[in-house]
């Protein structure tokens, strides 16, 4: 099932903080995080995986809460170069899921 | 590397007309994925690999949809007879151990 984001649009000032939520109806193995520029490919950010682990970027984090098959993505300090839509993918045994995105709008 | 390559970037075509996306995954990746993105689905699955093996096609829209990989460093993606609807940017996307994956810049597919 494809995962539910929110909010599905954000604006924010340079140097604002910003919460990107990803809930799922079903039992999560890993949560991936995504960019996603206008007219280019998805870039990776971050993996959750279940147990805990987890690998990214310096100044993007997240967390995973596997019983509440949720993830939340923490963009802190905003830059202007963080405007793009963020997308959560989720893996459920051998399901890939993507959600439908939150767009990001960093303004100056 | 590289990253992963796609060919090619843009397709125009006429509708009824056979279609055929190229991937090459990143040396080493074992998972292969195929995506379509449009405004109005967002980004979907259409089909994945497992060692050149497809795992999971229940995405794949419908006959006229067809992947293969012959082998680790070449997929392709065939769309026969193409239809105005399929218009859509085909990403393909490759990854080590289904953990984080790499996306190829895409082919923007029209059908006119």
């Known amino acids: 099932q494809q995962p539910v984001q929110s909010p599905q649009a954000v604006i924010l000032r340079e140097g604002e903080d910003a919460v990107i939520n990803c809930s799922s109806s079903?039992?999560?193995?890993?949560v991936h995080w995504y960019r996603q520029k206008h007219g280019e490919a998805p870039v990776f950010l971050m993996i959750?995986?279940?147990?805990?682990e987890q690998k990214g970027h310096e100044k993007i984090s997240a967390s995973f809460n596997e019983k509440k098959q949720q993830s939340s993505l923490y963009l802190t300090a905003s830059q202007l170069s963080y405007s793009g839509t963020y997308f959560c993918?989720?893996?459920?045994?051998?399901?890939?899921?993507f959600g439908s995105g939150t767009k990001l709008n960093v303004k100056p | 590397d590289a990253g992963v390559i796609q060919s090619p970037r843009h397709e125009v075509t006429e509708m009824g007309q056979e279609v055929t996306l190229r991937c090459k995954p990143i040396?080493?990746?074992?998972?292969l994925f195929w995506y379509r993105q449009t405004m109005m689905r967002g980004l979907e699955l259409l089909i994945y690999?497992?060692?050149?093996?497809?795992?999971?096609d229940s995405g794949m829209p419908e006959d006229r949809f067809s992947a293969k990989m012959p082998n680790a460093s070449f997929s392709t993606l065939k769309i026969q007879p193409s239809e105005p609807r399929d218009s859509a940017v085909y990403f393909c996307?490759?990854?080590?151990?289904?953990?984080?994956?790499?996306f190829g810049p895409g082919t923007r597919l029209t059908v006119t």
């Open positions: 996307a490759s990854s080590l151990s289904s953990y984080e994956q790499y």
């Open positions: 079903k039992a999560l193995y890993s």
């Open positions: 959750l995986l279940k147990g805990g």
């Open positions: 993918g989720t893996r459920n045994l051998n399901k890939f899921y």
């Open positions: 040396s080493g990746h074992d998972y």
């Open positions: 690999f497992n060692n050149n093996v497809p795992i999971d």
